[in-house]
């Protein structure tokens, strides 16, 4: 019911920065917990950060705390990623997902097919 649609991937040095979009459609994600995850070449799905419906409590991955932040306009049914330092180790198929529950609760309902990030030194 709800398709999730991201954007902002591309190819940016070490050091760069880059700001991903998850565009959401078919329903209103204003109140369901948004996050990211991310997926590098022979490696599992790892989260990467987390927001609440209404962008009061956001939870990061040790990994990219103070590098990247999440945020969220629901005027526009979007979610972004701000990613700064962008770091070799970073590289992966970013994938935004969504869940009718509570930050701290449940499993993620809605997957997107995720935009890739390349990091070059």
């Known amino acids: 019911q709800v398709q999730l649609v991201e954007s902002g991937g591309g190819s940016v040095q070490a050091g760069g920065s880059l700001r991903l979009s998850c565009a959401a459609s078919?329903?209103?994600?204003?109140?369901?917990?948004m996050g990211w995850f991310r997926q590098g070449p022979g490696k599992e799905r790892e989260f990467v950060a987390a927001?609440?419906?209404?962008?009061?409590?956001?939870i990061y991955a040790d990994s990219v705390k103070g590098r990247f932040t999440i945020s969220r306009d629901n005027a526009k049914n979007t979610v972004y990623l701000q990613m700064n330092s962008l770091k070799p180790e970073d590289a992966a198929v970013y994938i935004c997902?969504?869940?009718?529950?509570?930050?701290?609760?449940?499993?993620?309902?809605?997957w997107g097919q995720g935009t890739r990030v390349t990091v070059a030194s």
């Open positions: 997902a969504a869940k009718e529950v509570g930050i701290y609760s449940g499993r993620y309902d809605y």
């Open positions: 927001i609440s419906g209404n962008g009061s409590i956001r």
């Open positions: 078919g329903r209103t994600v204003s109140t369901y917990t």
